[in-house]
């Protein structure tokens, strides 16, 4: 077997290879102890967003002061939002103090991860239409010949 023909093929295999991984980005939302509710809900919409595109999130809320005496409230907000998010991610890490603030990160469940497929799906059937359009145009154009 030709040598370059197998250098050529084995290129060919790493670029396929390279093309269909996905790689997994880290993303982060910073929370704080006396959170609004608005706030809450705007910033947890935003984590099942990027655990719904496949992305792993590191969820933080920092202490300023004295709110390093009530880390409990820390711990009950990170808690709801891995149950909320329950449907979309999985806890990689649970809750730990490190330093000034509480961090875990959250795992997207990959069955449950948007895929890109959908969204090309429906510029086909757009195409589709438009060229059952050009066929009538067609049809049109020779019937009036």
């Given at each position: 077997?030709?040598?370059?023909?197998?250098?050529y093929?084995?290129?060919?295999?790493?670029?396929l290879?390279?093309?269909r991984?996905?790689?997994v980005?880290?993303?982060e939302?910073?929370?704080?102890?006396?959170?609004?509710?608005?706030?809450?809900?705007?910033?947890t919409?935003?984590?099942?967003?990027f655990l719904?595109?496949g992305?792993?999130v590191?969820?933080?809320?920092?202490?300023?002061g004295?709110?390093?005496?009530?880390t409990?409230?820390?711990?009950?907000?990170?808690?709801?939002?891995?149950?909320?998010?329950?449907?979309?991610?999985?806890?990689g890490?649970?809750?730990?103090?490190?330093?000034?603030?509480?961090?875990?990160i959250?795992?997207?469940?990959?069955?449950?991860?948007?895929?890109?497929?959908?969204?090309?799906?429906?510029?086909?059937?757009?195409?589709?239409?438009?060229?059952?359009?050009?066929?009538?145009?067609?049809?049109?154009?020779?019937?009036?010949?």
């Amino acid at each position: 077997m030709d040598y370059g023909k197998y250098q050529y093929e084995q290129s060919k295999k790493a670029k396929l290879a390279k093309k269909r991984q996905h790689v997994v980005q880290l993303k982060e939302m910073r929370y704080r102890p006396k959170i609004d509710e608005h706030d809450y809900r705007f910033k947890t919409n935003h984590v099942r967003d990027f655990l719904e595109s496949g992305s792993k999130v590191r969820i933080f809320v920092r202490f300023a002061g004295r709110e390093m005496a009530h880390t409990d409230q820390c711990r009950k907000i990170l808690d709801r939002i891995s149950e909320e998010l329950s449907d979309v991610g999985t806890v990689g890490q649970p809750p730990k103090m490190e330093g000034r603030r509480m961090t875990m990160i959250l795992n997207p469940i990959m069955t449950k991860v948007k895929s890109k497929d959908k969204d090309k799906e429906q510029p086909k059937e757009a195409d589709q239409e438009t060229d059952k359009v050009k066929e009538q145009r067609n049809q049109n154009a020779e019937n009036e010949d």
